[in-house]
C-alpha cells in the first residue's frame, strides 16, 4: 500500500509541470479532470478561434470553459472564457454580466477589463468604460499609449459626457496622472483637452499641482498659444488676476512659471532672492553684474489690456552704478516690440530709494515680457544693485 501511494505522489510531482506548462492538447490527455488543465484548453480553443474564426472552436471553448468552471466555481479565467463566448455567440447582455463579475472578483484579468471597456464604450456608459481602462492601465504600462489616446478621443470627440469622466479619474490622483497629463502636450487637440481638464479640474478635490500648471503653461507658450494661456490663467486665477506683476515683492515663490520671476545662470551674472542686507526681514533680488556680459537677469510675463500703465519699484546700490548698468524693460509678445526701457535704479542711491516709469500698451500688444536686463559696457566694472517691491499699475 505504501508503494503504490509513493507511486501515485511521485507521478503527481511528476505531472504537475506538463499540467501547467505542456501544450494544451498535450496536457488534457494527462489530466483530462484537472480543472486547470481543462481551463487552458479552453483558453487555446478561443484563442485559436479568434485567429481562425472557426465556430467549432469557439464552441469547444464555451463546452470546456464551463466544465472547468464547474468543477473550479472561483476560478476567473474559465469565468471569463464563458463569458467571451457568450459574446461571440452574440448574447452580449449575458456576457456583460459574466464578464463584469469576473472583472469584480480579479482586477489583474485584463481580458475581462479590456472588453467591459469595448462594450461600455458603445453603450455610450463612459464612466464604468473608464473605469475599467483605469483598472489596466494602473497596472500595464505598456497599455498606457492605447487608453491614454482613447480617453483623448473621447474627450475630443464627446466633450460634455467624456471629459467629466477623465476629471473623475485624474482627481483620485492615480498613479499614471502625470504621464497622462504629460501626453496631453503632443499636439493642439491634447493641449485643448488640457486646458479643459485643468480647468474643470480646479474645483475639485485634487486640481493641478503647480509643476502640472507649470508644465501646461510652458507648452502652449512654445506652441504659440497666448491666448489659451491667458485664458487658463483668467479661468483658474493663478496666479492671481488681482495683481499684474506676481510676486514683486520676491517673497511669494508659490507661483508658477510663466508667472514667477525666471533668475539668469548667465555667466558673469549672478542673481538671486536673499533676505536684504538692511530690511532683514524682507527678501528681495540682488543682483551682482560684472558689466560686460549680455543678459535677461530676470523674466516674468504679464497680461495686460491696451492703455497708460506706471512701473514703480525700489532699488539701492552696493556697488557700482546700477542706474547705467541694468535696464527694467516692457516687450511685447509675440514679437520684440519694446514699450519700456528704463533704469532699473535711482540714480546713486546708496538707501533703498522709489523709482518709477510710465509706459503705453498699443493696440495688439497680446501679453508682455517684463524683463531686469543688463546693458553692457566694453570693459567690466562690478555692479552689485538690490531690487524689490516691483509693480505696475494702470494710469486713467
Given amino acids: 500500500m505504501l508503494i503504490a501511494a509513493g507511486v501515485v505522489l511521485g507521478w503527481q510531482v511528476v505531472i504537475q509541470p506538463l499540467i501547467q506548462r505542456a501544450p494544451a492538447e498535450v496536457a488534457i490527455r494527462l489530466a483530462p479532470g484537472s480543472p486547470l488543465v481543462l481551463r487552458r484548453a479552453a483558453e487555446s480553443e478561443f484563442a485559436a478561434g479568434q485567429k481562425d474564426n472557426d465556430p467549432r472552436r469557439y464552441a469547444n471553448a464555451a463546452a470546456l470553459s464551463r466544465d472547468a468552471f464547474a468543477r473550479s466555481p472561483f476560478d476567473v479565467r474559465a469565468l471569463r472564457v464563458i463569458g467571451l463566448t457568450e ?62 489616446e482613447l480617453f483623448t478621443t473621447a474627450a475630443t470627440l464627446d466633450g460634455a459626457r467624456a471629459l467629466p469622466e477623465v476629471a473623475v479619474l485624474l482627481s483620485a490622483s492615480p498613479p499614471w496622472r502625470q504621464a497622462y497629463l504629460e501626453s496631453l502636450h503632443a499636439d493642439a487637440r491634447g493641449l485643448q483637452v488640457a486646458v479643459n481638464l485643468a480647468i474643470m479640474l480646479q474645483a475639485g478635490r485634487a486640481p493641478l499641482t503647480n509643476d502640472e500648471l507649470h508644465q501646461l503653461y510652458i507648452q502652449l507658450l512654445e506652441k504659440g498659444q497666448l491666448e489659451a494661456v491667458r485664458v487658463v490663467r483668467t479661468r483658474l486665477n493663478r496666479p492671481s488676476n488681482a495683481t499684474l506683476v506676481t510676486n514683486g515683492g520676491f517673497g511669494d515663490a508659490s507661483a508658477p512659471a510663466p508667472f514667477q520671476w525666471a533668475l539668469a545662470q548667465d555667466a558673469g551674472v549672478v542673481a538671486e532672492i536673499v533676505p536684504d542686507d538692511v530690511r532683514t526681514a524682507d527678501p528681495a533680488l540682488r543682483v551682482d553684474y560684472d558689466g560686460y556680459a549680455s543678459s535677461r537677469i530676470a523674466e516674468q510675463l504679464m497680461f495686460l489690456t491696451p492703455g497708460r500703465y506706471r512701473l514703480t519699484a525700489e532699488s539701492r546700490a552696493e556697488e557700482g552704478d546700477p542706474a547705467a548698468r541694468l535696464a527694467i524693460t516692457v516687450t511685447c509678445a509675440p514679437g520684440d516690440l519694446r514699450v519700456l526701457s528704463a533704469p532699473a535704479a535711482a540714480p546713486g542711491a546708496q538707501v533703498w530709494t522709489p523709482f518709477r516709469a510710465d509706459f503705453t500698451i498699443p493696440a495688439g500688444c497680446q501679453a508682455q515680457w517684463l524683463r531686469l536686463e543688463t546693458r553692457p559696457d566694453d570693459k567690466r566694472s562690478r555692479t552689485v544693485a538690490w531690487l524689490d517691491k516691483v509693480a505696475v499699475s494702470r494710469l486713467p
Fill in 87 to 148: 459574446a461571440q455567440a452574440g448574447r452580449e447582455a449575458v456576457a456583460d454580466d459574466i464578464l463584469t463579475l469576473a472583472g469584480n472578483w480579479s482586477l489583474r484579468d485584463d481580458p475581462s477589463h479590456a472588453w467591459l471597456v469595448q462594450h461600455r464604450l458603445k453603450a455610450g456608459d463612459y464612466a464604468s468604460a473608464f473605469a475599467h481602462a483605469d483598472t489596466l492601465v494602473r497596472r500595464r504600462d505598456d497599455m498606457r499609449p492605447r487608453i491614454f
